[in-house]
């Protein structure tokens, strides 16, 4: 086996272990437990509010529903609070090359964006909601699902190209 297939195939062996700790730690654990989708879930309703009090809208919250008087609202289940999301994004970072310094911060700065991003999808979600709901399915499945893995993409790439260890796989550096 060539040195990059290799790097290749340590990378993917490498990421579905950490799938896997996620998968077991999150279903097993954190899911039943139910305290950390409750932080962010809650987190995501107060900076909501917040946010559209300052705009001048009067809103509600009942349990997980939040919205502007004179809606029905929209519901933030455990799906859509965006840790899966957050963890796909950590994950890769924590398996690809680089120093760890660099993956403290980098995974920190890109966790809270896309925090901030799904603030900003349920602030929408829930204008939506009041203005014109019958779009508010279709800017829920795809206008907001696409900006969020855009950006964790986009994320990985300048991960990739600015931050990641490079090794040295060319032809003279395996020959010796």
Known sequence: MEAKERIVLYFFIK???AYLIWFLLYENWLLKVGWIDKV????LIHL????LTILGYNVFVFGHTFGIDGSH?????TPCN???LMALFAGFVIVFNGSWKNKWWFILVGLIVIHFLNLVSVVALTIIAKTAPEYIDFNHKYTFTII???FVFFGWVLWVKYYAVKKNTS???IKK
């Not at 962010?40 to 987190?43: G, W």
């Not at 909501?48 to 946010?51: A, D, E, Q």
Request: no cysteine.
């Open 15 to 17: 990421a579905i272990l």
């Open 40 to 43: 962010v879930i809650d987190n």
């Open 48 to 51: 909501s509010k917040l946010s």
């Open 73 to 77: 609202g929209v519901f933030i289940g």
């Open 82 to 84: 965006g840790l899966d």
């Open 148 to 150: 969020l893995y855009a």
């Open 171 to 173: 032809i003279h550096s």
